[in-house]
């Protein structure tokens, strides 16, 4: 699918940081954000984290188009070279990204070797000057993701002090995820996992940094916690939740940003679904790539698992198309619906 210059464009509306979607790698690519637009017409959504070298060394567009429906989308970078960020951040320009931001959480080895991520925070000087020479090439927000701290350092002391040096360098947003990360005997999922949650330490970051805005991220899977936290923070972002639960984004949007925001039909999220597929395979992009998304459509649900076995099993034949993107059949309403996470009884799919 084909990107389009920011000139011809609509301008992005203001950020609302309040509900946003995390970057996730192999998964918020442009379909997903599609899908995840429809759900959450508000949200801040994030691209992938894309390399520095990626849109250096190849062709931009394949790495940063994106279909302007999806805005308002912020590019996530990886990088830890002040010239290169700059210039990465100067072709993005091309497209109306309403962010950008800099990855200094992913923990994995690849990206360490590549000495950016998580292992970034050990360095606040050099992210400084990451934070200054982006902010040269862009009068769009740039922004930082981060957690609470690397390995073992102290939560408090090592915060503080990242936070006030890249602050000092012009950035005014940080994303904290709540955890911090280990960067050696820990796999990239045990970091989402492992290391305990301290969602009191990012408030209490924004209460002695009143002046900046504070994003919270990590753990948060209910729309009643992400309210809670909106009371300490300036915003909330979603992570595996919204991925593997997508049906509740209109909660969180309710929750967050609108509570007058209806449950859009499913159907109708899969009529678009269908239309944007048949759109893209036009120019070569297979069904599968849009359904793989929506295998979480129906989760805590009746019909849940035979929506997934449907798409799982028919979205990798040779002849699949936009019409396996199909509402369940009513025969399908009888498979036992596990509870809701609320408590609430399991609605049946129509």
């Known amino acids: 699918m084909p990107g389009m ?10 950020l609302d940081r309040r509900l946003s979607i995390a970057p996730m790698m192999d998964w ?56 290169e960020l700059a210039r990465a951040t100067a072709i993005a320009e091309a497209w109306a990204y309403a962010e950008i931001n800099l990855n200094c959480g992913c923990p994995s080895d690849r990206v360490q070797s590549g000495r950016f991520g998580a292992c970034l925070m050990a360095e606040p000087a050099r992210v400084a000057e990451c934070i200054a020479a982006m902010r040269g090439a862009t009068a769009k ?23 006030d040096r ?55 899977t209910e729309p009643e916690a992400a309210a809670a936290a909106l009371e300490l923070v300036d915003g909330v972002m979603i992570g595996r939740a919204a991925y593997q639960t997508p049906y509740r984004l209109p909660a969180f949007t309710r929750a967050l940003q609108d509570p007058g925001f209806a449950d859009p039909d499913r159907a ?17 992009t297979p069904v599968r790539a849009i359904a793989r998304h929506l295998l979480g459509l129906y989760n805590g ?13 028919t979205m990798h034949e040779d002849d ?30 129509s």
């Open 268 to 284: 109708c999220v899969l009529a678009a679904m269908r239309a944007h597929a048949a759109e893209v395979a036009r120019h070569g």
């Open 141 to 163: 927000p740039v922004t930082v993701k981060c957690r609470i701290g690397i390995d073992d350092s102290d939560e408090e002391a090592f915060l503080d002090r990242f936070v």
């Open 301 to 313: 649900e009746r019909g849940a698992r035979a929506w997934r076995r449907r798409l799982s099993e």
């Open 5 to 14: 210059p920011s000139e011809i464009l609509p301008s992005p509306a203001p």
């Open 320 to 349: 699949a198309g936009p019409g396996l993107l199909i509402p369940l059949a009513a025969p399908l309403r009888d498979e036992p619906a596990p509870p809701r996470a609320d408590g609430s009884p399991a609605l049946t799919i």
């Open 166 to 220: 890249v602050a000092a360098a012009g950035c005014r947003v940080f994303i904290v995820h709540a955890r911090k990360a280990w960067l050696k005997g820990l796999s990239p999922k045990q970091n989402r996992e492992v290391p305990p949650l301290n969602h009191p330490r990012v408030a209490r970051l924004k209460q002695r940094r009143p002046d900046l805005e504070i994003v919270l991220n990590g753990g948060i």
């Open 28 to 83: 918020t690519d442009r379909h997903c954000r599609f899908f995840h637009r429809l759900l959450a017409p508000r949200a801040l959504l994030y691209t992938e984290m894309v390399t520095t070298g990626a849109i250096l060394h190849n062709d931009p567009e394949r790495f940063l188009a994106f279909d302007p429906r999806e805005s308002p989308v912020a590019l996530q970078l990886g990088g830890s070279e002040p010239e």
